[in-house]
């Protein structure tokens, strides 16, 4: 068995470093009790038969150095009488007997009284902030030059809470946009410490929120999208020409508030897609849902529409069409079946990623075919891209769909 070296008590007294635990006393205040180090050393039969490596050891280790050259832990003893060597003592047990032992023994004490420094700032300015330094400490450290401009967007932000403006406008020295979006992890756990819970929406969560979550204003959704009937005109502007081609982009709050003589609504992710969508009476093309649909939620009116999703056939479209049904339940798949698949075989492409999670909104035939592309019974990680398909084969599947409804 290897005996301890010192590099293995530093290696320890490092953990310690590692999980903050040598500084969590400095939030706290109190000093760490002495702490017993690991240690494995020779057994008696070592004495005799490796009596001079024991003694290199014991000198590595520190047990003879002089005052001035002793290590920073405290080596006890323990003394006994071999049957050959006589009287003997070797290391039992090693100590930390400080914060400042331990420190020391790693190199550390500058990080610990920079650390320090953000504690006693913390305290005399932002004191419901020093969970957080306790919680993190490696976390606030690593944040110290940081550390005075964040404490001063928490003192804004309790000063104006819900401020109603863009972060742009905070005006704050050495703080912009980009810093306070940059940090917007680290400020929702601090905002969330130091604020009343009357200057927070509880309901708007993570760093895509941060806005509406502490009151400011946030850069508007925008929806884009194609008008399919040239009878229906939401906007008269003057000099427009009667066949120009409708593609319009809203704000989330204006496109919710549309009220048009439309039965279908079509969501498509290709652009060139959208742009080639073929002419439908009563309908419109919405471009690029993707996987983030919370810019619909209030458009209610999408609720009394027929709606199809047409996006790839592999598994991030059926996963895409499953999360679009949260929201929209009533929504049906286009383009997204087995004889489409299988009818533009010569195009098919490879998926590098493939979505494993359960998607439990997809219906008995769309499951099916997500299950044979992920069991790879129709070929390794197939997928056939929307842009791929015959034309004709998308304008005989919309004529069926206007025929169907008329």
Same mark, same amino acid.
């Given at each position: 068995?290897?005996?301890?070296?010192?590099?293995?008590? &530093?290696?320890?007294?490092?953990?310690?470093? /590692?999980?903050?635990?040598?500084?969590?006393?400095?939030?706290?205040?109190?000093?760490?009790?002495?702490?017993?180090? &690991?240690?494995?050393? %020779?057994?008696?039969?070592?004495?005799?038969? &490796?009596?001079?490596?024991?003694?290199?050891?014991?000198?590595?280790?520190?047990?003879?150095?002089? *005052?001035?050259?002793?290590?920073?832990?405290?080596?006890?003893?323990?003394?006994?009488?071999?049957?050959?060597?006589?009287?003997? +003592?070797?290391?039992?047990?090693?100590?930390?007997?400080?914060?400042?032992?331990?420190?020391?023994?790693?190199? =550390?004490? =500058?990080?610990?009284?920079?650390?320090?420094?953000?504690?006693?700032?913390? &305290?005399?300015?932002?004191?419901?902030?020093?969970?957080?330094?306790? =919680?993190?400490?490696?976390?606030?450290? +690593?944040?110290?030059?940081?550390?005075?401009?964040?404490?001063?967007?928490? +003192?804004?932000?309790?000063?104006?809470?819900?401020?109603?403006?863009?972060?742009?406008?905070?005006?704050? *020295?050495?703080?912009?946009?980009?810093?306070?979006?940059?940090?917007?992890?680290?400020?929702?756990?601090?905002?969330?410490?130091?604020?009343?819970?009357?200057?927070?929406?509880? #309901?708007?969560?993570?760093?895509?929120?941060?806005?509406?979550?502490?009151?400011?204003?946030?850069?508007?959704?925008?929806?884009?999208?194609?008008?399919?009937? +040239?009878?229906?005109?939401?906007?008269? *502007?003057?000099?427009?020409?009667?066949?120009?081609?409708?593609?319009?982009?809203?704000?989330?709050?204006?496109? $919710?508030?549309?009220?048009?003589?439309?039965?279908?609504?079509?969501?498509?992710?290709?652009?060139?897609?959208?742009?080639?969508?073929?002419?439908?009476?009563?309908?419109?093309?919405?471009?690029?849902?993707?996987?983030?649909?919370?810019?619909?939620? @209030?458009?209610?009116?999408? #609720?009394?529409?027929?709606?199809?999703?047409?996006?790839?056939?592999?598994?991030? @479209?059926? $996963?895409?069409?499953?999360?679009?049904?949260?929201?929209? %339940?009533?929504?049906?798949?286009?383009?997204?079946?087995?004889?489409?698949?299988?009818?533009?075989?010569?195009?098919?492409?490879?998926? %590098?990623? *493939?979505?494993?999670?359960?998607?439990?909104?997809? /219906?008995?035939?769309?499951?099916?075919?997500?299950?044979?592309?992920?069991?790879?019974?129709?070929?390794?990680?197939?997928?056939?891209?929307?842009?791929?398909?015959?034309?004709?084969?998308? =304008?005989?599947?919309?004529?069926?769909?206007?025929?169907?409804?008329?």
């Amino acid at each position: 068995m290897t005996w301890t070296t010192p590099a293995d008590l &530093r290696a320890q007294v490092q953990k310690l470093w /590692d999980k903050g635990d040598l500084l969590r006393p400095y939030v706290q205040g109190e000093a760490i009790p002495p702490r017993r180090l &690991r240690l494995t050393g %020779p057994g008696s039969p070592d004495l005799a038969e &490796r009596f001079d490596e024991v003694r290199a050891w014991m000198k590595a280790l520190g047990c003879h150095a002089l *005052p001035g050259e002793a290590p920073r832990y405290r080596i006890v003893l323990r003394e006994f009488r071999h049957r050959v060597l006589g009287e003997c +003592a070797v290391p039992d047990a090693v100590w930390l007997d400080s914060l400042e032992d331990a420190l020391a023994l790693i190199g =550390k004490q =500058k990080e610990a009284r920079r650390f320090a420094s953000l504690v006693q700032t913390t &305290r005399a300015q932002q004191p419901a902030l020093l969970p957080w330094l306790e =919680k993190r400490p490696l976390n606030a450290l +690593a944040l110290a030059d940081a550390w005075p401009r964040l404490l001063a967007v928490v +003192a804004w932000l309790q000063a104006h809470p819900c401020p109603g403006i863009y972060l742009r406008q905070v005006d704050l *020295p050495g703080v912009d946009s980009k810093f306070i979006e940059a940090h917007r992890g680290v400020l929702i756990e601090l905002l969330d410490l130091a604020l009343p819970p009357e200057a927070m929406d509880a #309901h708007a969560t993570g760093v895509g929120q941060f806005c509406q979550r502490y009151g400011f204003k946030d850069k508007p959704l925008r929806i884009r999208f194609r008008l399919l009937d +040239a009878s229906v005109t939401p906007f008269a *502007p003057a000099g427009l020409p009667s066949d120009a081609d409708q593609d319009i982009t809203l704000t989330q709050a204006d496109f $919710a508030r549309l009220v048009l003589p439309v039965q279908r609504v079509f969501f498509t992710e290709n652009e060139v897609n959208f742009l080639a969508f073929p002419p439908l009476p009563g309908s419109l093309v919405i471009f690029g849902a993707g996987y983030g649909f919370e810019m619909l939620a @209030g458009a209610r009116w999408l #609720h009394g529409c027929q709606l199809y999703y047409w996006g790839d056939i592999d598994t991030h @479209g059926f $996963a895409i069409l499953d999360q679009l049904r949260v929201r929209l %339940p009533q929504v049906q798949s286009l383009l997204m079946d087995r004889a489409t698949l299988l009818a533009h075989q010569s195009q098919w492409g490879d998926e %590098p990623q *493939p979505v494993l999670r359960v998607l439990p909104r997809l /219906d008995a035939a769309e499951a099916a075919l997500l299950d044979d592309l992920r069991s790879y019974r129709l070929g390794v990680r197939v997928r056939l891209e929307q842009e791929r398909l015959g034309f004709e084969w998308v =304008k005989a599947a919309l004529a069926a769909i206007d025929g169907e409804t008329t």
